[in-house]
């Protein structure tokens, strides 16, 4: 088991930036594939950014490439989406997720809870 906990949403301006963590225990950290997903109101959730267990190979969605950076620290069992330029468009609940497949494109075997970015315009 992974459990994963995400902190660093809130409310925001456009143009603001945002930096998500999310702590991880369990099993061991630093095999696992992580990734963060959003998901707004009304809509399916989709993949924003994935990293692979190592992190030397990382993913972003094309809707945030250039404005937002993931990034591990498996010292620390932490994984980070550094936000930028953020616009209303970006107004989710944004998820953590762990994949026993170490890449950084899932399957996504965990998840937490979720922790909610809202941009006001």
Same mark, same amino acid.
């Given at each position: 088991? %992974?459990? /994963?906990?995400? &902190?660093g949403?809130?409310?925001v301006?456009?143009?603001? *930036?945002?930096? /998500?963590?999310?702590a991880? *225990? =369990?099993?061991?950290?630093? *095999?696992?594939? #992580?990734?963060?997903?959003?998901?707004?109101? =009304?809509?399916?959730?989709?993949? %924003?950014?994935?990293?692979?267990? &190592?992190?030397?190979?990382?993913?972003?969605?094309? @809707?945030?490439?250039?404005?937002?950076?993931? &990034?591990?620290?498996?010292?620390?069992?932490?994984?980070?989406?550094? #936000? @930028? @330029?953020?616009?209303?468009e970006?107004?989710a %609940?944004?998820?953590?997720?762990?994949?026993?497949?170490s890449?950084p494109?899932?399957?996504?075997?965990?998840?937490?809870?979720?922790?909610?970015?809202?941009? @006001?315009?």
């Amino acid at each position: 088991q %992974v459990q /994963l906990v995400e &902190s660093g949403g809130g409310l925001v301006q456009t143009g603001a *930036s945002l930096r /998500l963590s999310c702590a991880a *225990s =369990g099993r061991t950290f630093n *095999s696992f594939g #992580m990734g963060w997903l959003r998901q707004a109101p =009304g809509t399916e959730r989709e993949f %924003v950014a994935g990293i692979s267990w &190592s992190g030397g190979t990382s993913y972003y969605a094309d @809707s945030v490439k250039g404005r937002f950076t993931i &990034s591990r620290d498996n010292a620390k069992n932490t994984v980070y989406l550094q #936000m @930028s @330029s953020l616009t209303p468009e970006d107004t989710a %609940v944004y998820y953590c997720a762990a994949s026993s497949r170490s890449g950084p494109l899932g399957p996504w075997d965990y998840w937490g809870q979720g922790t909610q970015v809202t941009v @006001s315009s």
